[in-house]
């Protein structure tokens, strides 16, 4: 059964900085798109940076040069570097993966979130002007 963990959500100021991880045990994945998605209140949810298992990102325009997603294969973890935060940063943010058999199968922001099988709890990010 796939656990997924994650970690590192909390307050920060505009302008800081913070670390997303998110891990996933029970499963040992082949290929797969791992994405992150946030909602914010009041808002649709939407992917915000993808990687694939051939390590090929994508970021929406709201996030470009700010964030950067990563992953640890060793650990199984995605991680997700936010700085220069600002306060529409603010929301709820989840990690998800679809196991596809090769990475070049994944879409991107394109690719569709009821493709993701296994999501998060979701961690909270509040950034105070």
């Known amino acids: 059964q796939v656990s997924v963990e994650e970690s590192g959500g909390g307050s920060v100021q505009a302008g800081g900085s913070l670390r997303l991880s998110c891990t996933f045990s029970g499963y040992t994945y082949i290929g797969y798109c791992m994405a992150w998605f946030r909602q914010a209140a009041g808002k649709e949810r939407e992917a915000i940076a993808t990687?694939?298992?051939?390590?090929?990102?994508s970021y929406a325009d709201s996030v470009k040069g700010r964030f950067t997603v990563s992953q640890d294969n060793a650990k199984n973890t995605l991680i997700l570097q936010m700085s220069s935060l600002k306060p529409e940063d603010t929301a709820v943010y989840y990690c998800a993966v679809d196991p596809v058999p090769d990475g070049k199968y994944c879409r991107g922001l394109a690719h569709p979130p009821e493709e993701y099988d296994h999501w998060g709890q979701g961690t909270q990010v509040t950034v105070s002007s």
């Open positions: 990687i694939s298992s051939r390590d090929r990102t």
